[in-house]
């Protein structure tokens, strides 16, 4: 069997679902529905197999000839072929008269079994997620705009999904509320992968999915009589070049730009992406062609994303949402360092059960950073090609004249030669591309995802050039590196969390050698008190990190520490960490 019938097998699903009595499949009861599968008829298909059925896990192959038979056996079918010989059989029935109604009903089952599988891969639990402020405002915007098609635009992480699926979600309930017809149909870009596996042509299987046969046309679709205002919403979730192999991205964009320009002069129909920047930077010329005008809200300078990250209030929610009262307790400036929501998923899945309940600090930042990139690049696959290429294109940056871009055809060999690899850096947005091309010049640049990714990436090829020691060579190595830049302090953060986690406390005495200016050098201290009282309190500590406790500071140390240029409000916290820390015999 080389193709299979989309809207046949996408029925299977949903006959499966009935025959083991789920309403709403959830990623735990995979495992439930390959044991009663086994149980009733002696076949075991993997639990890892149904989430990739039901798209809680990546999948870039249609299902096998044997999971497809062992499914219809046991939803009482003979066969695979039996099953979809009985669906045509039905389709030969008489149909029910196609109407604007109709279709809206079809739209709901897709768009409703797409919302529950894209909730159920919320990082944070759905539930208690928090409606984006900017989200209603952008979609009135693009509706008033005329325009046909609009995007959501953002680096991995920004929560460009769940805020779609919250402005769904509500503008479902509203038009419920108000009598509104309008239908909104919702793809997963797994649903779009499919199709390209299974042969079949976007629109037409759109339409089949709908209620129509190969042999209708779209009069319904285009009956102003009984459409009268409504409109059609086309909606494609995660729609980025590193989903798909080869030229399938492009077979994919190609089709939705013949949707988009087949139905462009109807003001009824409305298409939106949600999409990478990237994805969006590198493709946009073949999509604005002629008077293929796009939504997009874009500022000068905002690098094509349209998705702000999270204001102080929306944290705030989300934190009561999470545990209420909580939101009371929190510093605003280490709240706002929590403002990506990635970094916010991460901290929640590491502190689940004691959320926000212990001291908060900008360490908890820190390790919530490093949480994200031990998951998403030191382990799984191609983790040694990854690190081998961030070594690459930390070498390519021209830190000293503040240059963090590098030219992509300056590291064309090694993304050939990992190629695997540089995709997955793609995918999880540690790092991204950037095309600046002109009429006249090649111009594609790859940058890291933030500051943050940026400096642990530098901090550590220095580390690693200079035998993971902080001593006087590293210091020297920055002073020079960071003469006049912002990112030294990031940098030495990350040097300094290293040498405490690895034993190194004898040369922490070198940061007296970095050069900075007050504000720095508050800066430098008030985290590296910050990292020693997290180590010393923790109830993992290890014995060299007691010891050194156990002596007084050396001079050059406690010197840098109590200079009288430090005279500050903010230095009242830190003499507080210093007399917790029972520095008496410093004095």
């Not at 006959?15 to 959830?26: F, Q, Y």
């Not at 990082?123 to 609009?150: A, H, K, L, M």
């Not at 390790?367 to 290429?389: A, P, R």
Request: contains cysteine; glycine residues 4%; proline residues 2%.
């Amino acid at each position: 069997m080389n193709k299979i019938s989309l809207p046949k097998y996408e029925e299977l699903k949903k006959v499966l679902l009935i025959s083991a009595g789920i309403t709403h499949i959830l990623p735990s009861e995979c495992r439930a529905l390959s044991d009663r599968i086994f149980k009733k008829n002696g076949n075991r298909i993997s639990e890892t197999t149904f989430k990739r059925i039901y798209g809680f896990a990546h999948s870039k192959y249609s299902p096998s000839l044997f999971t497809l038979n062992v499914i219809a056996k046991y939803c009482n079918y003979k066969s695979w072929d039996d099953f979809c010989q009985k669906q045509d059989n039905k389709d030969l029935a008489p149909a029910k008269e196609l109407t604007w109604q109709l279709l809206q009903q079809n739209a709901n089952k897709i768009t409703g079994f797409t919302l529950q599988a894209l909730k159920n891969k919320s990082g944070i639990p759905y539930d208690q997620t928090v409606e984006r402020e900017f989200i209603d405002y952008y979609f009135d915007e693009f509706i008033n705009s005329g325009c046909t098609g609009t995007i959501l635009s953002a680096p991995a992480g920004y929560g460009k999904t769940i805020a779609l699926c919250q402005w769904i979600e509500k503008k479902t309930a509203f038009d419920v509320l108000n009598n509104n017809n309008d239908i909104i149909l919702l793809f997963s870009s797994n649903a779009i992968m499919s199709v390209l596996v299974s042969g079949r042509d976007i629109h037409d299987w759109m339409l089949a999915l709908l209620g129509y046969s190969t042999d209708d046309d779209i009069n319904v679709l285009l009956d102003i009589k009984q459409r009268k205002d409504s409109k059609f919403y086309l909606i494609i979730d995660g729609l980025d070049e590193h989903m798909f192999k080869g030229d399938h991205f492009k077979i994919i964009l190609n089709q939705l730009i013949d949707i988009f320009s087949f139905y462009k002069s109807h003001g009824w129909f409305k298409l939106i992406l949600t999409t990478r920047s990237a994805t969006w930077i590198n493709n946009r010329h073949e999509m604005e062609i002629g008077n293929n005008k796009w939504f997009t809200g874009f500022k000068n300078d905002d690098n094509c994303i349209n998705i702000p990250l999270l204001n102080l209030k929306e944290i705030k929610l989300l934190c009561h949402q999470i545990k209420p009262g909580i939101e009371n307790f929190i510093a605003a400036n280490v709240v706002e360092s929590f403002n990506h929501p990635l970094y916010f998923q991460f901290y929640y899945q590491q502190h689940e059960e004691i959320f926000f309940q212990n001291k908060i600090d900008h360490l908890c930042f820190y390790e919530t950073i490093s949480t994200f990139i031990l998951n998403k690049v030191y382990l799984g696959h191609y983790s040694t090609e990854k690190i081998i290429l961030i070594k690459n294109l930390v070498e390519e940056l021209d830190i000293q004249n503040n240059v963090y871009q590098v030219n992509k055809l300056k590291v064309s060999n090694a993304i050939k030669k990992y190629e695997h690899a540089y995709q997955q850096l793609l995918g999880v947005g540690f790092i991204r591309e950037v095309n600046k091309s002109t009429n006249y010049d090649f111009n594609t640049y790859i940058v890291f995802g933030n500051n943050d990714f940026m400096d642990h990436s530098i901090a550590k090829t220095l580390l690693y050039d200079n035998s993971n020691l902080l001593d006087a060579d590293l210091i020297a190595a920055i002073n020079t590196l960071f003469a006049n830049n912002s990112h030294k302090i990031g940098v030495l953060k990350w040097c300094i969390i290293h040498a405490i986690k690895s034993g190194q406390l004898k040369s922490i005495d070198h940061i007296t050698e970095v050069e900075t200016n007050n504000t720095e050098k508050l800066e430098l201290i008030a985290f590296l008190g910050e990292v020693l009282e997290s180590e010393y309190t923790s109830t993992t500590k290890n014995e060299s990190l007691n010891q050194y406790f156990k002596h007084s500071f050396s001079k050059k140390l406690f010197d840098y520490f109590v200079g009288v240029e430090l005279i500050d409000p903010d230095y009242e916290k830190l003499r507080q960490m210093l007399l917790n820390l029972n520095y008496q015999n410093s004095r």
